[in-house]
């Protein structure tokens, strides 16, 4: 069992940076992908972006390529997601969720179905 706890989240005005963090339990952390996905209101949940157990390969959404950033610290079981030049289309609440399989390509990392965990969420708000 791997529980996930968000946090970062808040209210900021557009074109600041953000960095949200995800706490991990369980000594398993390490050999779990990871993604992050948000969920705006009336929307459906989307992906934002992904990262493998061992930090290698990266995926994102074209929304927010070259504007979020994720990566990972398995020493101490978190992962993170960078955002900068933040717009108001970013609002949403941001989950992040752990991928037990051992396979992560970037089909499959966008794939919410495909994660087993998931954090209660945490908000992002931009104003403009």
């Known amino acids: 069992q791997v529980q996930l706890v968000e946090s970062g989240g808040g209210l900021v005005q557009a074109g600041v940076s953000l960095r949200l963090s995800c706490a991990a339990s369980g000594r398993t952390f390490s050999s779990y992908a990871m993604g992050w996905f948000r969920q705006a209101p009336g929307k459906e949940r989307e992906f934002v972006a992904g990262i493998s157990w061992n930090g290698g390969p990266t995926y994102y959404a074209d929304s927010v390529k070259g504007r979020f950033t994720i990566s990972r610290d398995n020493a101490e079981n978190t992962v993170y997601l960078q955002m900068k030049s933040l717009k108001p289309d970013d609002t949403a609440v941001y989950y992040c969720?752990?991928?037990?399989?051992?396979?992560?390509?970037?089909?499959?990392?966008?794939?919410?179905?495909?994660?087993?965990?998931w954090g209660q969420g945490t908000q992002v708000t931009v104003s403009s």
């Open positions: 969720a752990a991928d037990t399989d051992f396979v992560f390509t970037p089909a499959r990392a966008r794939e919410r179905d495909e994660y087993d965990y």
